[in-house]
């Protein structure tokens, strides 16, 4: 199979790169408030709450008539969704390279995860049934959303430019989970005097970041452009190039090698973001408004963090300061295991240690990886970069989920999680990044 596709440096022209760029960094912007206001601050605590209004008196849930404890719940959800996205997106990346029309396939799964956030206002009383199969189709489509904007960089940015454009991007979103975040802690805070309980208070956060997700999607479906592509023979159906694409991702096993270190690693931050929360209200006893607070931190310092770290890729290779970056989250994840309960200054160290290693390690990945695309396959690369992004997500939050269930400690399940982060570094320090560019047919940029 032959194609043939536009990449940045090659036709574009600077003007037009630019506002692309722009528009692109505006998806970020957009999906980052379903990350930041619902998986890491409000839905994992909530969801916990109602489940445990439905639980019986041993505190369990019976979905599907599987005794679950009620405070697994919403991490067995993740783990769903998860799977879910990982059935769904190589199918979506390949028909995307196929076809060239990634915009449109883009813009329908970001609407049906803003709709599925915005319905989560309804999310009251017992009703979690409702509120897993809402968190399972949001999350789904998040991840084939970002798949999709993710396999856009190797098209809007040459090589020398992916380190700040991947960076900037990742800042956009920290900066605009920061804002609403501010909003939802105002509206949290003084709920009385805004008329609503302190239940509602949260379904109008929920639903709000819904709203928002789907409102600014608008600027890059206006400003991303789709690129043509000539494909020899017939389309073939998506079984067969989910097929075609894993045989040809082993013939550069240099690729594989990354992903591979990338899923380990990864997955650490993943289970951290979407379960900090409920160990910060459930082991450690501290409130919404502390939580909402603490992520707010972490999103302030994270916008920081992204784009100082991109400065030090420039200075130091993207690789090294990505397990810089590793070595801190080992550290910092470490010293949350001894976190003294009821103590919110303690709380809130943590979360500004992630905050400055959070967005710098995301960007850099996805911008490292971005190199080593062969051309004309990004869309279907990046569903294997987003399954290795969620993939194997759905590990941590199980572990943590069985731990919890098995122990009844909170600690025990966090501690867990610096395995993740100590072996992601030993392979990622293993791949040879310029040898895996020069084996994928790319320019091999002189800092890398």
């Not at 956060?205 to 997700?213: F, Q, T, V």
């Not at 999607?217 to 592509?229: A, C, M, Q």
């Not at 690729?255 to 650490?268: C, I, K, M, Q, R």
Request: glycine letters at 10%; aromatic letters at 10%.
């Amino acid at each position: 199979m032959g194609t043939d596709t536009v990449r940045a440096g090659t036709d574009d022209d600077a003007a037009g790169r630019r506002r692309e760029q722009r528009g692109w960094y505006y998806y970020d912007w957009a999906c980052s408030v379903y990350s930041t206001s619902v998986l890491t601050v409000s839905l994992g605590p909530y969801l916990t709450s109602v489940a445990r209004n439905a639980a019986d008196a041993g505190g369990y849930v019976h979905p599907l008539g599987i005794p679950v404890r009620a405070g697994s719940f919403f991490a067995y959800s993740v783990s769903l969704s998860v799977i879910l996205a990982v059935v769904v997106m190589p199918l979506v990346g390949s028909a995307a390279d196929r076809t060239g029309r990634k915009k449109p396939l883009l813009g329908a799964a970001a609407y049906t995860g803003a709709a599925a956030t915005a319905g989560m206002f309804f999310l009251d009383g017992d009703r979690y049934l409702l509120g897993g199969a809402l968190l399972v189709v949001a999350n789904a489509a998040q991840s084939v959303a970002m798949m999709l904007y993710n396999s856009y960089l190797p098209q809007i940015a040459p090589p020398g430019e992916r380190d700040a454009v991947s960076s900037r991007g990742w800042a956009f979103g920290y900066a605009a989970g920061s804002l609403v975040l501010v909003a939802n802690l105002v509206l949290y805070s003084a709920h009385a005097s805004f008329g609503l309980t302190e239940t509602a208070a949260v379904r109008v956060c929920l639903a709000s970041a819904g709203l928002w997700w789907g409102a600014f999607t608008l600027v890059p479906l206006r400003r991303l452009r789709d690129r043509r592509t000539r494909v020899a023979g017939a389309a073939v159906p998506g079984a067969r190039q989910l097929a075609a694409t894993f045989r040809d991702m082993r013939r550069h096993p240099l690729t594989l090698a990354f992903l591979l270190a990338y899923l380990v690693y990864n997955d650490g931050i993943q289970t951290v973001i979407s379960q900090a929360s409920v160990y910060g209200s459930e082991e450690l006893g501290l409130g919404q408004s502390t939580l909402i607070t603490a992520v707010l931190l972490v999103q302030v310092l994270a916008v920081a963090g992204a784009l100082a770290m991109g400065r030090l890729a420039r200075r130091h290779g993207a690789k090294r300061t990505v397990l810089g970056s590793l070595v801190a989250w080992t550290v910092t994840l470490g010293a949350g295991y001894f976190l003294p309960a009821g103590a919110p200054v303690w709380f809130f160290v943590l979360a500004a240690g992630i905050g400055l290693v959070l967005g710098g390690s995301q960007a850099l990945s996805r911008s490292l990886f971005s190199h080593l695309v062969p051309a004309g396959k990004e869309a279907e690369y990046f569903a294997a970069y987003e399954m290795s992004d969620r993939g194997m997500s759905w590990l941590g939050p199980l572990l943590f989920g069985v731990t919890y269930q098995l122990t009844g400690s909170y600690r025990s399940a966090i501690i867990s999680l610096v395995a993740f982060f100590v072996v992601g570094f030993v392979l990622l320090a293993r791949v040879p990044v310029r040898h895996a560019i020069e084996d994928a047919g790319n320019p091999v940029p002189d800092t890398i």
